[in-house]
């Protein structure tokens, strides 16, 4: 074991004052939280949340309030981890059908909402990501319609764009 102060200068593993990283010895770690916002914007915004068309439709339209950590980290010999913790609200649209088909074209059958997405994390199985489903513009009755429908799609719609947004993470 070599004394303070003496040290073999093929070391690789010493302090270095130009801060680099020789042959990846050490974690690297990439903050992704800008790509990962614009990723899941680009996956989610647009969305049809697979209502029946009887019944009506209704489609994302919006992330909002993204918040939460998302790194990739790359250790010695080229492994790299995704991780990433992320919550965010997805903002939705659509409209039903009350008592006849033709009511589809009334804006007062509108209904918007959100979608929470709590615990969207690589750490959690897909069967542990919550998600909370609101309506705030509409009449009632097609409010809790719509509502009930979304709650019942949601996660099946969400999860292969969930899915797709790791793979993608892990390989950047």
């Known amino acids: 074991m070599a004394k303070w102060g003496e040290g073999d200068s093929r070391w690789i593993v010493q302090e270095r004052d130009d801060g680099t990283n020789p042959n ?39 992330l909002t309030k993204f918040e939460g950590d998302s790194s990739v980290s790359t250790r010695k010999g080229g492994k790299k981890f995704g991780c990433f913790d992320l919550s965010f609200t997805l903002k939705w649209s ?42 705030s513009d509409g009449k009632s009755e097609v409010k809790e319609l719509l509502k009930s429908r979304v709650e019942k799609t949601v996660e099946a719609t969400l999860l292969p764009y969930f899915r797709q947004f790791a793979s993608e993470l892990q390989a950047l």
Do not use: Q
């Not at 969305?47 to 068309?53: A, I, K, S, W």
């Not at 509108?110 to 969207?120: M, S, T």
């Open 94 to 135: 659509g409209r039903a059908a009350t008592s006849s088909a033709e009511d589809l074209d009334d804006d007062d059958v509108e209904v918007k909402g959100e979608i929470k997405v709590k615990e969207f994390c690589s750490t959690n199985d897909e069967d542990e990501y919550e998600y909370t489903v609101s309506v």
């Open 24 to 62: 990846a010895w050490h974690w690297v770690e990439r903050n992704l939280f800008k790509w990962s916002e614009e990723k899941l914007t680009e996956l989610l915004v647009g969305v049809d949340l697979n209502v029946p068309v009887v019944e009506g439709y209704a489609k994302i339209t919006t």
